[in-house]
């Protein structure tokens, strides 16, 4: 299994353009998370997704799109970048249910100048 | 919201037990408590979890107080590998779905 996979690693982005940031797992989870990491501190839930078609918001959506239309794809698109955008954003999954843990890819970072 | 307190950093002796302290007294009766921790540029990754008892796996120990307003993470021999973030999380019950609820960690520093 490669687990949970993100692409790209880096990237630089201008203010007002937009990218999508992509994320795969193919461990069958129905749950997948969309977090971002600002320097120093934790991770803070943009949107969640507890099954295909199933998306709701977490602590920090705005700017930020999701959609879910098969299990192992959660693309997060960003619309508009900002430079309070810069962060690192990461993706986990996990199965359902209240004592399962997430598995977390290696991670997007990303500059908006 | 459930929040975790956590000292910002410790310091320990490579080979020498550690014992990572977490406060968490708004917790509710059906939060579990989450032990991840975060490498140098890598995502998080899952050490240990727990609901009432103490725990054990081959990474770590959970030790939950009675009140279940604090635990502590016990890494039994520290290497220079497990030089890392720590972060204590609740898994709390939030509009419907259980969900993670981050703070910002204990940096721990393993000492040659």
């Known amino acids: 299994n490669a687990g949970v996979t993100q692409t790209p690693k880096f990237r630089i982005l201008k203010i007002g353009q937009s990218m999508t940031l992509q994320c795969t797992q193919d461990?069958?989870?129905?749950?997948m998370y969309w977090y971002r990491q600002d320097p120093g501190m934790g991770l803070k839930l943009i949107y969640y997704s507890v099954g295909a078609g199933i998306t709701d918001k977490g602590e920090v959506p705005n700017g930020y799109n999701v959609s879910r239309s098969t299990t192992e794809d959660f693309p997060l698109r960003l619309e508009l970048a900002a430079p309070s955008q810069t962060s690192v954003y990461f993706c986990a999954s996990s199965y359902s249910g209240r004592k399962e843990t997430q598995y977390f890819g290696p991670g997007t970072r990303l500059l908006v100048l | 919201d459930a929040k975790t307190t956590q000292p910002n950093s410790m310091e320990s002796n490579e080979e020498e037990p550690v014992h990572l302290p977490c406060n968490h007294s708004?917790?509710?009766?059906?939060?579990?408590i989450h032990w991840y921790r975060q490498l140098p540029s890598q995502g998080p990754e899952y050490v240990i979890h727990?609901?009432?008892s103490n725990v054990n796996n081959r990474m770590a120990s959970l030790a939950i107080a009675e009140d279940r307003k604090s635990s502590t993470l016990i890494l039994h021999r520290a290497t220079l590998r497990d030089a890392a973030v720590y972060y204590c999380?609740?898994?709390?019950?939030?509009?419907?779905?259980?969900?993670?609820?981050f703070g910002t960690g204990t940096r721990l520093k393993v000492l040659a």
């Open positions: 999380i609740l898994r709390a019950l939030t509009s419907g779905t259980y969900k993670y609820i």
């Open positions: 708004t917790i509710s009766g059906t939060d579990y």
């Open positions: 727990g609901l009432t």
């Open positions: 461990m069958n989870h129905n749950y």
